[in-house]
């Protein structure tokens, strides 16, 4: 059948001559296909130059069969070159643009084929596009572990098509809504920035290579703004930062966005199992009515935003965001199936009108509804296309006068304007008693009003005005503009009066409100994450209310970017503290300023999903060793002015416990020991010189009260040294030979085993080195494996009885509990004579030297990392014992996430179970040692000989 054939309908001229213009470069056409160029040329002056242009092509276009022509386009598009790409490109969009306007205006195709024909190609126009950016930089090696014929699966990019492309629903002039990503699992270690900064560079390269306005016009314009909070992260994502991010953050319109979502170019493979792994953000397993509200929300900001209210004029009012728009359809068909899709798979459907039409096969909505809004839907879709095809705009806005009605009356095939503008005003007003009852029924469905007005506000509210930040006429009313949303996001908090106080303890402590007020007005996600956590995070919402200035940190371009590793910390924060040498005090605020940031950003990391528990962990360690590491200095610095410098080779800072061990929590101190070398010097030389010993027992001192005195900036942490030799009873800071001396002649069992973990984080290279080579010979030398079990039997009695869990998500003490865990990795890293000090290294270590078996090591090791995983998120959630009953719903929902538990009562459930089986695994290990050893010391006679002299628990 060729376009002739097909005819359903024709367009009429609103310029009789230029209408007879555009035939006259076609002039063989038969009659009718002669009135349809006529009617379009004539309406439409972007057609009429592309009829000029495309003269020779569209005269063998017509002639063909209207099915052939988007193969043969999409042939070509394959085809080309990447010399020739970017105007080969325009020429095919040319090309489609022009048969698919006059096949529409004609009727030659349905409104479904027309979508779907501009939608095909611009899958293979980004397609083509992205495998142009990559060729390159794949042939060149510059992809870890890739090379050129890694082409065919884009190295793991992919990008999905949003909106109406994802649907296959793309209007005439669209412009397209891409998410870039990328498959990291492809990757390891450095390998994935390296990879990333290569996708974002082809990301970048592909956009331009669609968009960039040339002499033969532009592809597709191009949005990528729909990706996780676009104002602060590249513009091509790893998948698994995608995927923490809607687990933790995703709002209901993201949720609303990925019902269209569709891997449209690049590994399409990568990009549909990305996709399955978001299905439980998107689709809820209940009935999620809160979606409503929602909804109406999303569609009375974009009105108020757009100026868009009632209008009884059809003159400029939107077609898509307007009073009875194409919009009001796709919200009301979104949200039904947001509502119900969790429930009823069949509901999963990207179309707008299968959308409807599941709804109503489905019970969810009237068949009657659903008809009639499929039947609004396609005549505006249409009328949409004929505003847009005017004059290839990017609108969506109705003419605003009456010449421009009666020429998009006739591109329409209307020769009656008054009828035309009726038929179209009783379709819109249609469409809004339709869908807006639904809307207008989800406020009584939300149950609460608004914030109530100033005169009714509650006392915590009312006394904001009066607080330092507000004292400006300028604060005051950029906040005012602020403080409806704050106090709708407030209130919809599970705890609402805490999360109240907290914001309210933050707003106090603010000295001046203009700025920050200004940063929060242009960038939202800011004041969604300060009303996160405080409805999330009572102790991370703490903190902020004391550190508020950390806030300026979250709109750098650098807050959400991969994490900087110890040395580059280390080195940043020495820089920060060598711009200001003049005041001591200023330097310990300025270290104090710079951890607290560094600080919450990694709690804001973990409380979003972005890094797990043990990635949080690593990065606490990192940060209070690299404070340590560029602190140390400026105290040695400090206390040399007055007493002279370090005696001897200087001074070494072993962090023990969790810091040695390179994984802390938000709340944790740090466990230090201090050990130095005089090398045979007596004392120092300086103005108020003192002996070695005095001198680093007083440079240990100053090193603690600048870690924890509190100045005006705060404190860092608190330190605890009673893991040094003889405890309490000992020298802060001991000698590298007594250190020696302690550890081989008079330490006790719990000491080695303490020592184990214990890692050089600050000070002389040397010392540090050889006190290493000290802990590796105590930890190596032979010793009576009877006694280490015995010892560690006497403390597991002792600490059960001491301290026993306070509640079911206290994790650390008690048998099978953290603690327990550490101290048999501990034990069995001795008897192995493993250096190990990371709690799974040292059970590895255990199997390996068969003081116990492989599986009782790995499901210790599995209890461990669960365990880790609720303190680690409790200790950013709350301040103080983590009791179930005390947790806020956004409590309860990031503990589930960071363990993988439906709920909070299957956590528990698999604490016990996790906590019985460790416990019991670590009794049968103990005792079995025991009894081994003490069978194989009765049949030798004895413990080993070269066993060196420890003391007991």
């Known amino acids: 059948m060729s376009f002739a054939a097909a005819i359903r309908r024709t367009p009429l001229p609103h310029d009789a001559e230029a209408g007879a213009e555009a035939a006259a470069h076609l002039p063989g056409q038969p009659p009718e296909v002669a009135e349809v160029l006529r009617g379009a040329g004539g309406s439409s002056p972007h057609l009429r130059g592309l009829i000029e242009k495309e003269a020779d092509w569209l005269d063998g276009a017509l002639a063909a069969e209207p099915a052939a022509i988007l193969p043969g386009l999409l042939a070509e598009t394959a085809a080309l070159p990447d010399a020739d790409l970017s105007p080969g490109l325009r020429c095919v969009k040319r090309r489609l643009a022009l048969y698919a306007g006059l096949a529409d205006l004609a009727g030659v195709w349905p409104l479904e084929t027309v979508t779907h024909a501009l939608t095909a190609f611009a899958d293979a126009a980004v397609d083509r596009a992205l495998r142009s950016a990559l060729a390159g930089p794949l042939s060149r090696g510059k992809v870890p572990g890739h090379g050129g014929g890694d082409i065919a699966d884009a190295a793991g990019m992919c990008v999905l098509a949003m909106g109406k492309m994802g649907a296959f629903e793309l209007n005439y002039s669209s412009d397209i809504d891409l998410i870039v990503l990328f498959d990291d699992s492809r990757f390891e270690g450095a390998d994935i920035a390296e990879a990333r900064a290569v996708f974002i560079k082809a990301t970048r390269a592909m956009t331009a290579t669609l968009q960039e306005q040339t002499g033969d016009g532009y592809v597709w314009r191009t949005d990528l703004r729909l990706r996780p909070d676009p104002s602060v992260t590249p513009v091509c994502l790893a998948m698994e930062a995608a995927e923490r991010y809607y687990e933790s953050l995703g709002r209901t319109w993201e949720r609303a966005a990925h019902i269209k979502a569709r891997p449209s170019a690049g590994d399409l493979a990568a990009g549909e199992a990305y996709l399955e792994r978001?299905?439980?953000?998107?689709?809820?397993?209940?009935?999620?009515?809160?979606?409503?509200?929602?909804?109406?929300?999303?569609?009375?900001?974009?009105?108020?935003?757009?100026?868009?209210?009632?209008?009884?004029?059809?003159?400029?009012?939107?077609?898509?965001?307007?009073?009875?728009?194409?919009?009001?359809?796709?919200?009301?068909?979104?949200?039904?199936?947001?509502?119900?899709?969790?429930?009823?798979?069949?509901?999963?459907?990207?179309?707008?009108?299968?959308?409807?039409?599941?709804?109503?096969?489905?019970?969810?909505?009237?068949?009657?509804?659903?008809?009639?809004?499929?039947?609004?839907?396609?005549?505006?879709?249409?009328?949409?296309?004929?505003?847009?095809?005017?004059?290839?705009?990017?609108?969506?806005?109705?003419?605003?006068?009456?010449?421009?009605?009666?020429?998009?009356?006739?591109?329409?095939?209307?020769?009656?304007?008054?009828?035309?503008?009726?038929?179209?005003?009783?379709?819109?007003d249609a469409v809004h008693r339709l869908t807006e009852g639904f809307f207008s029924r989800a406020e009584g469905l939300a149950g609460a009003p608004g914030p109530a007005g100033a005169g009714d506000e509650p006392e915590i509210v009312a006394r904001w005005r009066h607080y330092p930040a507000l004292r400006s006429s300028r604060a005051q009313a950029i906040f005012e503009r602020l403080k409806p949303d704050l106090l709708a996001r407030l209130q919809a908090a599970d705890r609402p009066e805490e999360a109240m106080t907290a914001f309210d303890g933050f707003l106090r402590g603010l000295p001046a409100g203009v700025q920050l007020f200004s940063m929060f007005e242009a960038n939202p996600q800011l004041r969604a994450l300060i009303v996160d956590i405080a409805a999330t995070a009572p102790a991370l919402?703490?903190?902020?209310?004391?550190?508020?200035?950390?806030?300026?940190?979250?709109?750098?371009?650098?807050?959400?970017?991969?994490?900087?590793?110890?040395?580059?910390?280390?080195?940043?924060?020495?820089?920060?503290?060598?711009?200001?040498?003049?005041?001591?005090?200023?330097?310990?605020?300025?270290?104090?300023?710079?951890?607290?940031?560094?600080?919450?950003?990694?709690?804001?990391?973990?409380?979003?999903?972005?890094?797990?528990?043990?990635?949080?962990?690593?990065?606490?360690?990192?940060?209070?060793?690299?404070?340590?590491?560029?602190?140390?200095?400026?105290?040695?610095?400090?206390?040399?002015?007055?007493?002279?410098?370090?005696?001897?080779?200087?001074?070494?800072?072993?962090?023990?416990?969790?810091?040695?061990?390179?994984?802390?929590?938000?709340?944790?101190?740090?466990?230090?020991?201090?050990?130095?070398?005089?090398?045979?010097?007596?004392?120092?030389?300086?103005?108020?010189?003192?002996?070695?010993?005095?001198?680093?027992?007083?440079?240990?001192?100053?090193?603690?009260?600048?870690?924890?005195?509190?100045?005006?900036?705060?404190?860092?942490?608190?330190?605890?040294?009673?893991?040094?030799?003889?405890?309490?009873?000992?020298?802060?800071?001991?000698?590298?030979?007594?250190?020696?001396?302690?550890?081989?002649?008079?330490?006790?069992?719990?000491?080695?085993?303490?020592?184990?973990?214990?890692?050089?984080?600050?000070?002389?290279?040397?010392?540090?080195?050889?006190?290493?080579?000290?802990?590796?010979?105590?930890?190596?030398?032979?010793?009576?494996?009877?006694?280490v079990w015995m010892d560690l039997a006497k403390m597991r009695a002792r600490l059960a009885g001491a301290k026993p869990p306070k509640g079911p998500l206290d994790v650390k003490p008690g048998p099978g509990g953290l603690q327990d865990i550490e101290l048999v990795g501990q034990a069995a890293a001795l008897l192995a004579g493993s250096t190990a000090r990371r709690t799974a290294a040292q059970l590895d270590a255990a199997a390996r030297a068969g003081l116990m078996p492989r599986e009782t090591a790995e499901s210790l090791k599995r209890a461990y990392r669960f365990a880790r995983s609720v303190q680690s998120a409790g200790r950013l959630l709350v301040d103080g014992p983590l009791a179930p009953e005390a947790l806020g719903q956004g409590a309860r929902a990031v503990l589930c996430r960071e363990t993988g538990m439906a709920d909070l009562a299957a956590l528990e459930a698999r604490l016990a179970e996790e906590r019985a089986e460790a416990a019991a695994l670590i009794d049968a290990a103990v005792t079995g040692g025991v009894e081994v050893q003490e069978g194989s010391d009765a049949a030798s006679g004895g413990p080993a000989a070269a066993a060196p002299r420890g003391r007991g628990a």
């Open 541 to 787: 919402a703490q903190y902020l209310s004391r550190n508020a200035r950390v806030l300026e940190a979250v709109v750098s371009g650098s807050f959400f970017a991969p994490w900087p590793g110890r040395d580059a910390l280390r080195r940043e924060l020495a820089d920060v503290l060598a711009r200001d040498r003049g005041d001591y005090e200023h330097r310990l605020d300025a270290a104090r300023r710079w951890a607290k940031e560094w600080h919450f950003r990694a709690g804001v990391h973990h409380l979003r999903g972005l890094t797990d528990a043990a990635e949080a962990g690593r990065q606490y360690a990192d940060l209070a060793a690299a404070i340590l590491a560029a602190l140390l200095p400026v105290v040695v610095e400090h206390f040399a002015d007055k007493h002279g410098a370090p005696p001897g080779r200087g001074v070494a800072v072993f962090g023990m416990g969790s810091l040695g061990a390179g994984w802390l929590t938000a709340g944790s101190d740090l466990d230090l020991i201090v050990i130095y070398d005089p090398a045979g010097e007596e004392g120092s030389d300086g103005p108020r010189p003192l002996s070695s010993r005095p001198y680093y027992a007083r440079l240990t001192q100053a090193l603690v009260t600048a870690l924890t005195a509190p100045t005006a900036a705060g404190k860092l942490y608190e330190v605890d040294m009673r893991l040094r030799p003889s405890g309490r009873q000992g020298p802060v800071a001991t000698a590298l030979a007594a250190f020696e001396a302690y550890q081989r002649e008079e330490a006790w069992t719990w000491e080695h085993m303490a020592l184990t973990r214990a890692a050089c984080v600050a000070g002389s290279p040397q010392v540090c080195a050889e006190a290493e080579a000290v802990r590796a010979a105590v930890l190596g030398a032979p010793r009576a494996p009877a006694q």
């Open 278 to 428: 978001l299905r439980p953000f998107v689709w809820r397993r209940h009935l999620d009515y809160a979606a409503i509200e929602d909804a109406h929300d999303m569609r009375r900001r974009i009105r108020d935003h757009k100026g868009l209210h009632e209008a009884s004029a059809l003159e400029g009012r939107d077609l898509k965001l307007g009073h009875g728009g194409i919009r009001a359809i796709e919200f009301f068909t979104q949200t039904r199936q947001l509502i119900a899709g969790g429930r009823d798979p069949a509901l999963r459907v990207r179309g707008t009108e299968e959308g409807l039409a599941r709804l109503a096969e489905r019970g969810w909505i009237p068949g009657e509804v659903a008809d009639e809004l499929r039947g609004h839907y396609r005549a505006l879709r249409e009328a949409e296309h004929r505003v847009q095809q005017v004059a290839d705009a990017r609108t969506h806005l109705l003419p605003a006068d009456a010449a421009g009605f009666d020429r998009l009356a006739r591109l329409s095939g209307e020769g009656d304007t008054a009828r035309f503008r009726a038929g179209l005003a009783e379709r819109m």
